[in-house]
Structures are given as C-alpha cells and as structure tokens.
C-alpha cells in the first residue's frame, strides 16, 4: 500500500493499525520538515528524525528505504498539501468571481505566512526542486478549479482567454513572492486581481470578435 507521501506500507489488517501506520508517518514527515527548516537538507539525518519524531530505526525502515525516499516523500507531500489546502478555499464558492477572489486569497497567503519561504532560506537547492514540481502540477490544477471561471470570462468578454497564460502569471506570482517579498503585503491580494483582470481586458480589445 502506498500512502499520499509516497511511502511504501504494509498493508494493515485493521483500520486501528492503518490509523497508527499514519500517525506515525506524520510524525516522521513533521519531524523531517523541522529539520529541514533548522538544518537544511544537506546536514538532516535518519537518526535525528527517529529521535524527534521519537520512532525506533526499525520503524523508521518499515515505513522509508532511505534518507533520499524519505526527502522524496516529504516533497510530494507538502505538494500533496499546497494542491489540498487551495481545492478547500475554492470549492465552497460557485460565483466564478468570489471563487477566483478565494483562489488568490490562499495563494497569497501561503506566499506571505507558508513555510515554504523559511525552506527556501534554509534548503534553496532542495526548496527549488519541490518549487519546479509544484509549478507545473499547480498549471493543471489552477485550470481545474477555475474551469467555471475562464467560462465565465469567455463568456463576459466574447473571446477565449489564455486560460494557460492566466495560471502561469498566478503561480509566478507565488514563486517571485517568497524570493523577493511584497514591499506591501497587505494589498498583495488587490494588486493581483487587479492586474489580472487588465491582463483579460486588453487580450479582450485586441482580439478581434466574430
């Protein structure tokens, strides 16, 4: 059995003990993470997770082959949890317009409060890599959440907006966030929106409608 990190399981004979499998997963991904973020990648060790996420060596090997499967694991799934955290904060909204709204809230705020800024500062070649992963997988993503949304803008501007261009723009906004910060983080969400829509506008008066 394969969990969400891409850890390989044994298959449990209960849910009481797939339930523990987990937690202790959780354990040894979170004590991973504070490594990283007080270490970096390149001084983290089996050992000193075991010891903070307080798990034996055997179980650590009963869950990870390595300390490479284990950085691996970690990476998919703080991607797991970026593509998780963004489908909650727009499923609850049907207007495409409060569902873009919410889409841009929680990408701005993952810039402005996630640990992926403190990552880049203590691992940027480890940080890198996970951000190369998770700009491609968040384009086909964004453009599932927001199908509704690029309709809905078709559909008010008479054209067929660059729904790829659009996705791209947000998660470069994200990626150009943590490396060099907002100068004012408390109207990030407005600029973006913004500049957004008068990206839309001027494709909308440039394209010829049939």
């Not at 997770?49 to 650590?60: D, I, K, M, N, Y």
């Not at 799934?77 to 998780?84: I, Y």
Request: hydrophobic share 40%; with cysteine.
């Amino acid at each position: 059995m394969y969990t969400e990190t891409g850890a390989s399981v044994a298959r449990p004979a209960s849910g009481k003990r797939n339930r523990r499998a987990e937690s202790t997963i959780a354990a040894i991904l979170a004590a991973t993470e504070a490594i990283l973020l007080r270490e970096g990648s390149e001084r983290i060790s089996v050992l000193d997770v075991c010891e903070l996420a307080q798990v034996s060596r055997g179980t650590f090997y009963r869950y990870f082959s390595s300390q490479d499967e284990l950085l691996d694991a970690f990476a998919r799934h703080k991607r797991s949890s970026f593509q998780k955290a963004m489908a909650d904060a727009v499923v609850p909204y049907e207007e495409p317009d409060q569902r873009f709204l919410a889409l841009v809230r929680y990408l701005d705020d993952y810039a402005a409060h996630g640990q992926a800024r403190l990552l880049l500062r203590a691992a940027p070649e480890y940080a890198l890599r996970l951000f190369g992963r998770l700009f491609h997988e968040s384009l086909v993503r964004i453009d599932e959440l927001m199908h509704g949304v690029f309709d809905s803008w078709d559909l008010r501007l008479g054209i067929r907006i660059d729904r790829e261009l659009i996705c791209e723009l947000l998660i470069r906004c994200v990626l150009s966030e943590l490396v060099v910060p907002n100068k004012r983080p408390e109207d990030g969400v407005q600029r973006i929106v913004a500049f957004l829509y008068s990206i839309v506008e001027c494709e909308s008066r440039a394209t010829p409608k049939k």
